[in-house]
């Protein structure tokens, strides 16, 4: 049997660079991995089959849930369809949130079997099988802080960011992404003035640097879409922190504050809605053997 912490993200930087011919975006993205997670169980069964379950309700059909078409692909990979799993999902992450909790589950079930079978994929092998499923995937596969590119699934490592103290806020809707970039005019491209700060390759920055550096262009089309965001960004704000953005697609918003004091005073104020205290991290994964 084994466990697996599976780390939400936020995403620090997201230019969006334009429309490719295949429907997607291409995006220049700085990711972190951020404590809050998803917990996962996998245990080897003698019945041939993959069974999910979960600590809520899993919406519609299985079979289409990301746990489970980790774990399908990954046995239709080693070509062994006798192989059985049983997953189970704690789930703590909110979803369709900008947190990449489904991409988060995905990664853990694809690295936990590798383990778990002692298969012996490469790292490269589980990314590239991994963005077959989605963008952020191959991400949370290794997670910390990374550059990440085309879809968002050429990965660049970063030296890790610096340990900050801070929060996440969700509103009570969600956010469908595929939406949010459907509302990006098609002609959109990159500004020239646009780079990925020079302070990212350094690393360990402390958070008057960080202060400066950060942006989400996604945030003015998921506004269009769920105004609303701008009233709970506003409220994060009032709390003070040092940095307050939208995470990826949508709608959560992450701060960063001086203190761990300060944070939870934040918490405090902010306690009416859905809330979530969170470190950054250098890694998207914690594996125990049990
Ligand atoms: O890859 P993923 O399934 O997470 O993406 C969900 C949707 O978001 C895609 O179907 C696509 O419409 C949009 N998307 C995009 N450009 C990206 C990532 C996602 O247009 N780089």
Redesign the pocket.
């Known amino acids: 049997m084994i466990k697996i912490k599976a780390f939400a993200k936020i995403n620090l930087i997201l230019d969006l660079l334009g429309k490719r011919a295949d ?3 291409e ?1 220049r993205s700085v990711m972190q991995s951020v404590s809050l997670y998803d917990l996962i169980t996998l245990k080897k069964n003698n019945l041939g089959v993959i069974q999910l379950t979960a600590n809520k309700e899993i919406t519609g059909n299985p079979e289409d849930n990301l746990a489970y078409r980790a774990a399908a692909l990954f046995f239709t990979r080693l070509k062994k369809s006798d192989l059985g799993v049983d997953i189970y999902l704690d789930k703590n992450i909110p979803l369709a949130a900008g947190l990449a909790g489904g991409s988060a589950d995905c990664a853990a079930v694809m690295a936990g079997l590798n383990k778990l079978f002692a298969a012996n994929l490469s790292q490269r092998d589980l990314a590239d099988l991994a963005a077959t499923l ?3 995937i191959p991400f949370c596969l290794s997670g910390g802080t990374m550059l990440a590119e085309g ?2 699934e050429k990965l660049t490592p970063l030296p890790f960011l610096g340990s900050f103290h801070g929060l996440l806020l969700k509103p009570p809707f969600p956010i469908s ?2 939406k949010v ?1 459907q509302a990006v005019p098609k002609n959109k491209v990159l500004s020239p003035a646009q780079n990925i700060p020079e302070l990212y390759w350094r690393g360990g920055l402390r958070l008057d640097e960080l202060q400066n550096n950060y942006r989400n262009e996604l945030y003015l089309y998921a506004r269009e879409i769920e105004p609303q965001i701008a009233v709970f960004l506003a409220e994060v704000k009032e709390t003070k922190p040092a940095v307050c953005q939208m995470s990826g697609s949508g709608p959560t918003i992450f701060a960063f504050y001086l203190t761990k004091k300060e944070r939870n005073k934040a918490l405090d104020q902010l306690k009416a809605e859905e809330v979530y205290g969170m470190e950054t991290l250098p890694h998207g994964l914690e594996f125990s053997i049990i």
């Open positions: 429907g997607y975006h995006l989605g963008s952020d879809r968002g992404t595929a970039y």
